[in-house]
């Protein structure tokens, strides 16, 4: 059945008909990952609406104060490290965060964050699916860690805006280890 299709893929005489085809060939191909990857674009959502945590409102705050009073160098959100010093590492997320809730309130933040979270599992997908993973492998891997992903990804916080960035040095790094060049000196300054 796949050959017929390719070869109505090449006799196909208008564009339309071959977008149609194509389609067809890639969904028999690789639907299951498609349906698993819809699956990574509604769970960090679903899981984020259900209740937002600690973690969220205290990035929203953090951010919040630092547009208020600048760059903290003592800890005053936590009881157990008040008044001691403290070194922001998230600061710029932390903005970020704060700078959407005034935009759109908790949902914005939601709706960014699950989508950020969304992005960087079927753009991981993708790429193992281009690097030689058939499609069962990949679908068995991904069903696999969903639920250990949404665990993470369903909590809108700042290492959420984080995650196509890792992606992005994985792939970064994976792509250095079969054609080296000088692209890998981008992972230094992390």
């Known amino acids: 059945m796949l050959s017929v299709t ?3 893929l090449q006799t196909a005489e208008s564009f339309a008909e071959r977008r149609t085809i194509a389609g067809t ?47 903290p160098s003592v800890n005053l959100l936590t009881v157990w490290g008040s008044g001691r010093p403290w070194v922001d590492q998230q600061w710029l997320a932390q903005l970020m965060l704060a ?4 935009l759109g309130g908790v949902r914005l933040v939601v709706l960014a964050c699950s989508s950020f979270a969304a ?5 991981a997908l993708v790429f193992a699916r281009r690097r ?3 499609t069962r492998a990949v679908v068995w891997v991904g ?5 250990l992903y949404v665990i993470t990804a369903g909590n809108p916080r700042p290492q ?3 995650y196509p ?26």
């Open 25 to 71: 060939l890639f969904l028999r191909r690789d639907g299951l990952m498609v349906l698993v990857a819809s699956a990574y674009m509604i769970a960090p959502l679903v899981a984020a609406l259900r209740g937002v945590q600690s973690d969220t409102w205290l990035a929203m705050v953090s951010g919040r104060t630092i547009v208020e009073h600048g760059l």
């Open 143 to 147: 069903v696999a860690a969903l639920e």
């Open 132 to 134: 030689g993973g058939s």
């Open 6 to 8: 390719m070869t109505s």
């Open 99 to 102: 700078g959407l809730a005034g």
């Open 119 to 123: 992005a960087a599992a079927v753009t």
């Open 165 to 190: 960035l890792f992606v992005g040095l994985v792939l970064l790094i994976s792509s250095d280890s079969r054609r080296p060049s000088r692209r890998v000196l981008l992972t230094l300054p992390s």
């Open 160 to 162: 959420s805006l984080v």
